[in-house]
């Protein structure tokens, strides 16, 4: 019995620290864009490395030779 006179205590005290947290993100911004990560994660980050496309010219039937 007496060891819930120590448990009580320290679960509100852990409670309360959890809902500063949560607070403390809500303020900082943490859950302001919740769509952001999930269309992020589909966006395609090595453009680099994909060779650029040459633009056609009018007039020309062959775009891959040199003038």
């Given amino acids: 019995m007496e060891v819930i006179y120590t448990l009580i205590p320290g679960m509100i005290f852990l409670g309360l620290m959890i809902v500063a947290v949560l607070i403390w993100a809500v303020r900082k911004g943490q859950y302001d864009d919740l769509e952001g990560d999930g269309q992020r994660i589909l966006m395609d ?18 775009p891959d030779t040199d003038d």
């Fill in 45 to 62: 980050d090595d453009d680099e490395f994909v060779p650029a496309r040459k633009q056609k010219r009018p007039g020309k039937n062959f």
